[in-house]
């Protein structure tokens, strides 16, 4: 439907049809409008699967809804690098909707992991906001390519479970831009999400729902964005301040009462008609993108989707250690041990969790073979240690040639509505590992979890494979993994600390009361634990394979650029091995010096190749401006300063192969105010105002009351002193020691300043 069909639909509303419109009739559902033929639309949970709830719903997964498949969550397709499985697989999800009725379902939710301790983490994509982006941008791309919606989200700096509904994200304006805003920015300008979940917390003080600086000046005016916004689901704190400041949809149905205060407002001259009408005109809009695009044809095929699920698991595991023992020989004596292996932890709790229509473990994926010996060796519904549980695995793992641990966090460590309180896996899963490890030198522990966990016997076992929360076919995606059917290429969208004091936000996450001040600033993830050189136990984009990569010519198209310029950067990669496999080539960029305190390094660029035994391929990436900017706040702009700048390729923020510099100039001067409070040493930096300030310099040094107030060189006082004293001097400190007249330094500010 046209925008002018739109508004003269809208022109045919009462005051209270339109706010009937821009709030739920039920959980799931908007209201329709029968007498002008407007149709209800139904919102769905998300995002790795559809969770359709028929009839009464809830929104924290309690009720039962329809059997779907469960896709590998946000935290495993991200370790992927992959976009365009995580496209089709968006692709997937979309037909299902269209077969079930769906106009958007609420995801992805693209939330930075600012903290280990999220508990909403699994549903999140990564620590670096342009894999978070890019991966969204891919699923939002694949879903409303079957004319489905998104509803990407959180909006936004909502990175804690605690308090959520009433803290506040204390975040200064650059971090905000760097990191929290750059996880949506890429995918609702490329992508444009059909619509954006406003987050339950406040930002700087304004609840996310009104706040009028994000959902409109930033979000629309800005970036572009056209599609409605929709509060998080019980979020509104405040209707008619959320109407003024750019939020469409109220969810769920408050039952009519804040669709009469938003009427009341607009009689009483509080609130301007204008932003009903277009609210109004973005939910129709929205509404009928879907409509006219019915699919009616679509089939959910749910035994097809989960083969695509496996398929998408495979594509996210991570192989983080290997000393030699994988692939396993399929001919030896193993022991699965761990309850995992049987009833594998495959989602997380909480509005995204999904009613599998089948899973598959990895015994399942074994069942035919004859030489895998099982022992559950722990209960995850305690975390004490069940003594005959850990002799039977003990007793398996001593007859067996390898023993596999299937292990990671019970569903009441993550989930939806609280952090967790540490890093560690339960006691329990601990102690059976040391034990198994007493017996058997060949140990390999395959891990299922939504975000990092501390691992005390990392240096016992020979392997670890990293599994997140990989769907509901992740047992046999493990199983091909294991014995070498398929070549693990996931990498590690995240850092795994060595320990959770490590975290940048370990002194300030959870906050005090409802404040949550972000002190960390830019420094998330890997931008601080390389910065500060601290050891992790593995680094953000770590991965290993059964084959091996060779990096080789580097090349940079210029060695010298504006700004306004683009930089083409290409490396070969070659496969070395004699297995095929997948490499995920990282570029990032580093600033050599510069007056801004900024990370070593920071991703700019990634590509995911396949590669045959001796095949070598070229990869191109174009760097513009961005990838050399940082947030100036007084520019209120990406701004570059010019310098040398590293070009680096390689395997993982720590691991760097190939690097080149380069010298960007700026094409945009930062304008300076300079006061009584401005120093020498500022001044002459800048090369326009030296020669203004040199002036002055040179009459000062003839004044017999200056040179009494400076040192004259001694055993106590050196050249470099002086130099120093000099550039911390202010022009309040000149005028105060020289006696010079006042007028003299008020016209040099004045020109200064011109």
């Not at 790795?48 to 469960?70: E, F, N, P, T």
């Not at 993550?414 to 040391?434: A, F, V």
């Not at 996450?509 to 050189?533: A, L, S």
């Amino acid at each position: 439907m046209t925008i002018e069909k739109i508004r003269e639909l809208i022109g045919k509303m009462t005051l209270e049809e339109k706010a009937s419109l821009c709030s739920g009739e039920d959980f799931w559902h908007t209201k329709a409008i029968e007498r002008l033929g407007i149709p209800a639309a139904m919102l769905t949970d998300g995002p790795h699967g559809l969770r359709k709830q028929d009839g009464r719903g809830d929104h924290l997964g309690l009720g039962d809804s329809i059997k779907a498949v469960c896709f590998p969550a946000g935290c495993a397709t991200a370790a992927s690098f992959d976009r365009e499985l995580i496209e089709k697989m968006g692709e997937t999800i979309g037909n299902e909707c269209q077969a079930e009725g769906v106009a958007v379902i609420l995801g992805p939710a693209v939330n930075i992991k600012r903290s280990p301790l999220c508990g909403r983490n699994f549903e999140y994509y990564s620590e670096d906001p342009l894999v978070a982006s890019e991966m969204a941008g891919a699923l939002i791309k694949g879903v409303q390519s079957k004319n489905v919606g998104t509803s990407i989200k959180h909006f936004l700096a909502n990175n804690q479970e605690h308090r959520r509904m009433s803290s506040s994200s204390e975040v200064d304006e650059r971090t905000l831009r760097e990191i929290y805003l750059a996880a949506f920015e890429g995918a609702v300008k490329k992508q444009k999400p059909w619509s954006v979940m406003a987050a339950y917390n406040k930002i700087n003080g304004v609840f996310a729902p009104e706040n009028k600086t994000y959902l409109t000046d930033v979000l629309r005016s800005e970036w572009g964005f056209d599609g409605y916004v929709v509060s998080d689901w019980g979020a509104v704190n405040d209707r008619v301040l959320g109407l003024e400041a750019g939020l469409d949809l109220e969810m769920p149905s408050t039952k009519g009462v804040n669709d009469k205060l938003s009427v009341e407002a607009i009689k009483e001259g509080q609130l301007e008609e204008k932003y009903l009408d277009l609210a109004c005109e973005r939910m129709l809009d929205v509404l009928y993108r879907y409509i006219e695009n019915r699919d009616p044809e679509a089939v959910f095929d749910r035994e097809m989707d989960h083969e695509f699920a496996k398929k998408v698991a495979e594509e996210c595991i991570v192989l983080l250690k290997n000393d030699g023992i994988l692939p396993l020989k399929k001919s030896a004596n193993i022991a699965f041990i761990g309850k995992y292996a049987k009833q594998p932890r495959y989602q997380g709790g909480g509005s995204s969790h999904i009613n599998a229509a089948k899973i598959t473990s990895a015994m399942d994926a074994v069942e035919h073979r004859n030489n895998i010996l099982y022992a559950q060796g722990f209960d995850d519904k305690a975390d004490v240690v069940d003594e005959v549980l850990l002799a039977e695995a003990v007793e398996a793992a001593g007859k067996a040639e390898v023993a596999v641990i299937f292990a990671g966090l019970p569903d009441a460590f993550e989930c939806e509505g609280y952090d967790r309180s540490h890093m560690r896996l339960p006691g329990c899963q601990n102690t059976l590992i040391h034990a198994v490890c007493e017996v058997q030198e060949n140990v390999v522990i395959v891990l299922h979890n939504g975000s990092p966990v501390e691992m005390p016997w990392i240096k016992k076992v020979k392997g670890v494979i990293e599994c997140y929360l990989g769907g509901e076919a992740v047992g046999s995606a493990q199983v091909d993994i294991l014995f070498g059917d398929v070549n693990p290429s996931g990498k590690l969208p995240e850092s795994f600390p060595i320990k959770l004091q490590d975290n940048s936000s370990y002194l300030y996450f959870g906050g005090e009361g409802d404040i949550v001040e972000y002190r960390e600033g830019v420094f998330v993830g890997y931008r601080y634990y390389d910065k500060k050189e601290i050891e992790v136990l593995f680094p953000f984009g770590h991965g290993l394979s059964y084959t091996e990569f060779e990096y080789s010519d580097l090349k940079l198209d210029k060695e010298q650029m504006k700004d306004t310029e683009n930089l083409r950067v290409s490396v070969i990669v070659k496969n070395t091995g004699a297995m095929k496999g997948k490499e995920v080539v990282q570029l990032y960029v580093g600033c050599e010096g510069g007056s801004i305190i900024r990370p070593l390094k920071e991703l700019r660029g990634f590509e995911k190749l396949e590669l045959m035994p001796g095949e070598s391929k070229e990869v191109t990436f174009t760097l513009d401006k961005r990838a050399f900017a940082y947030w100036n706040t007084t520019l209120h702009d990406w701004h570059v300063e010019t310098g040398a700048y590293k070009i680096m390729v390689g395997r993982s923020s720590r691991d760097i192969v190939l690097e080149q510099e380069i010298q960007v100039d700026s094409t945009v001067k930062v304008p300076r105010v300079y006061s009584y409070a401005s120093t020498i040493g500022d001044i002459m930096a800048d090369p326009d105002k030296a020669g203004i300030i040199s002036g002055l310099m040179s009459n000062m040094g003839g004044r017999r009351e200056a040179a009494a107030e400076v040192p004259q060189q001694n055993d106590a006082i050196s050249p470099e002193m002086v130099q120093a004293m000099m550039q911390g001097m202010s022009l309040r400190n000149i005028l105060t020691f020289t006696g010079m007249p006042k007028e003299v330094f008020d016209n040099l500010i004045i020109e200064l300043n011109k």
